[in-house]
């Protein structure tokens, strides 16, 4: 599986858009990219997945260049409650039957 | 709908104590199934995972073991215990009748202290 890269914290402000970066250089062909959202004392949430391009959900957008070598978790106008750690996987989607998950991007909010 | 349990919600053992913990998942068949496991402040670290009954992967050779006695049921166990095994569990499962395959739902965990 593709190793990732991403920021160990981040600080934004309520109604600021976020934007987290995941590097993911080694990534094969037939992975997907899929972002996750982790509470204190909770189990990771699914956020979004993606191929290329651009996926958007209720809930954020994913952003994938051509050479799919990063992604860009774009979480629009951010409030406390986003204050979470974000992890990015990148896996077969054939084989999906191991994730590896980093040490994510804690986000943190503040008012 | 899926769900998924997880049991005990905390544990406080002794160092060289025994370790049970327990995963079942309802709402779905034939599921892939994990253990995690998460130190203080890190990320997950992926223990084990099954595809199906008996059949376990071990990702980190350590002092602890799994079984899937049945479908949808996953055990957690050590015969005895350490102070690094102090952490955050997890079990999540996927696959089923998951919308996307990459999909993982996790459990409520189970916070297992060693003394």
């Known amino acids: 599986l593709a190793k990732t890269t991403q920021p160990i914290s981040m600080d934004s402000y309520e109604g600021q858009e976020v934007n987290i970066t995941c590097s993911h250089n080694n990534i094969a062909t037939n992975d997907y990219i899929t972002w996750y959202q982790q509470f204190p004392s909770q189990g990771p949430r699914f956020i979004i997945q993606?191929?290329?391009t651009k996926v958007t959900n209720e809930v954020a957008s994913l952003f994938i260049p051509a050479d799919r070598k990063s992604s860009t978790l774009s979480l629009p106008r951010v409030s406390l409650s986003d204050t979470a750690v974000y992890y990015c996987l990148v896996g077969d989607a054939l084989n999906f039957n191991k994730f590896y998950f980093g040490s994510g991007t804690k986000l943190n909010v503040k008012p | 709908s899926q769900t998924i349990h997880q049991w005990p919600a905390t544990l406080v053992q002794p160092v060289g104590s025994p370790l049970s913990l327990e995963c079942t998942v309802e709402?779905?068949?034939?599921?892939?199934l994990y253990w995690y496991r998460q130190a203080a402040g890190r990320g997950l670290q992926l223990l084990f995972y099954?595809?199906?009954?008996?059949?376990i992967s071990s990702e980190v050779p350590q002092n602890l073991s799994a079984s899937r006695p049945q479908d949808r049921q996953f055990i957690l166990s050590s015969k005895k215990l350490l102070l690094s095994d102090s952490g955050f569990y997890l079990c999540a499962w996927n696959g089923g009748r998951a919308v996307t395959y990459n999909e993982q739902f996790f459990g409520p965990g189970t916070r297992l202290t060693v003394l």
């Open positions: 099954s595809v199906g009954i008996g059949q």
């Open positions: 709402g779905t068949s034939n599921p892939n």
């Open positions: 993606g191929y290329k």
